[in-house]
């Protein structure tokens, strides 16, 4: 009866009747914090094992590179690579990273973006895609190769599409491509520019002239139009009448892709400032600061297009429809996981190609409805 009126829980510990240790007489021993001078790696090499040795050339490299000695910096990554175990993926990745950044910094491109892209065929996550794609981008943007820079920023896009930065950079990279240059090009003065990848050298020389020149046009042309060129016979106002037909044709054409380009990077410039209105509500300070910024130097951009008010705002619905704050919110804080490189490939688009049938197709297709109802009603004036 005695036992049923205990409380639940209210019973006494065994540990309450027991005798506590006996206290310490004796103080505590001084523990000694380890302090690292600066550049410590550089004295303590020898003594240590093989990780830290490995490690501690890693920091040397690292170093050397922060300090722009980059040959040195690439053969410390070198010689680490070399000891490094099939095993260190980390450390590995982060060598040939190392690699790549001092060949890239040394002028050696090719040989930096042949280790780019065997990172990024060994890529398993889309944060080690990531790093790669910037790495390519850096070093693309470092040879003024606007193609591949385009086309390393659309990968970037495909990956993130909400991150205002990346569609910030593809819009002045269209902007690189400049106007093409307008076919004023059978003069003694002009030079023309070929790239031959087996020696690696810019070889300029002086365009053809007279018939010569046609038939340079020509081979620039489609099939269709070739053969009207290589008729030409030796009169010499058939052939100024044909070159000034062909310089008419290459400039209303280049005009197009040019006009076309525009269209794209504007539409991108829209892409950029619809993400940073939406983040400006979250920010304070100077990250508002450079987003209001950022902002105003974006529509200072976009008056150079001299598109219309309202093509402007068409082209913002086009490129604000799966702007969701919810779907922004679940792509930002999206787990990073081990995917494996063939589903990490088709997280990515293949051309790009691809990413403007995705991106810019719509609004393509809108120009060139407008453009067709244009001319009908020319024609129907006429």
Request: hydrophobic share 35%; glycine share 4%; net charge negative.
């Amino acid at each position: 009866m005695e036992s049923e009126c205990w409380l639940l829980g209210g019973e006494f510990e065994d540990s309450v009747f027991v005798e506590g240790r006996e206290r310490r007489t004796a103080a505590p021993a001084f523990y000694c914090v380890k302090r690292c001078e600066p550049q410590w790696f550089d004295e303590e090499a020898e003594g240590s094992d093989d990780v830290e040795a490995l490690t501690l050339q890693k920091f040397k490299g690292d170093l050397a590179y922060r300090r722009r000695e980059y040959q040195k910096a690439l053969q410390e990554y070198t010689n680490l690579s070399e000891k490094l175990s099939s095993t260190s993926f980390a450390m590995k990745r982060d060598v040939q990273e190392g690699q790549a950044r001092c060949l890239m910094q040394l002028g050696r491109y090719m040989e930096a973006l042949e280790i780019a892209g065997n990172l990024e065929n060994k890529a398993t996550n889309p944060d080690h895609l990531t790093t790669v794609l910037y790495l390519q981008l850096a070093i693309c943007s470092s040879l003024q190769n606007w193609e591949k820079t385009i086309f390393c920023l659309q990968k970037l896009i495909s990956l993130h599409p909400f991150n205002p930065w990346v569609w910030g950079k593809l819009a002045e990279a269209y902007l690189n491509l400049g106007p093409p240059a307008l076919s004023a090009a059978c003069t003694p003065s002009q030079k023309w520019n070929s790239f031959t990848s087996s020696d690696k050298m810019i070889k300029s020389s002086t365009p053809p002239s007279g018939k010569d020149c046609l038939l340079y046009f020509a081979n620039t042309l489609p099939e269709s139009s070739r053969s009207s060129v290589e008729s030409v016979g030796s009169n010499r106002q058939h052939n100024e009448e044909a070159l000034k037909n062909i310089q008419n044709c290459l400039s209303e054409e280049r005009e197009a892709v040019w006009t076309g380009t525009q269209m794209k990077a504007c539409a991108s410039f829209i892409r950029t400032r619809l993400l940073l209105e939406l983040t400006q509500p979250q920010q304070t300070s100077f990250a508002l600061e450079r987003n209001l910024r950022t902002q105003q130097e974006i529509d200072d951009k976009m008056k150079r297009f001299c598109f219309k008010e309202e093509t402007l705002l068409w082209i913002s619905e086009v490129m604000g429809e799966d702007i969701v704050p919810e779907k922004i919110r679940d792509e930002v804080h999206t787990e990073v996981k081990c995917v494996g490189a063939a589903a990490l490939t088709a997280l990515v688009i293949a051309s790009s190609k691809e990413f403007e049938d995705k991106w810019f197709r719509k609004i393509k297709d809108h120009f060139c409805s407008a453009e067709n109802q244009f001319h009908e009603e020319i024609e129907i004036l006429a």
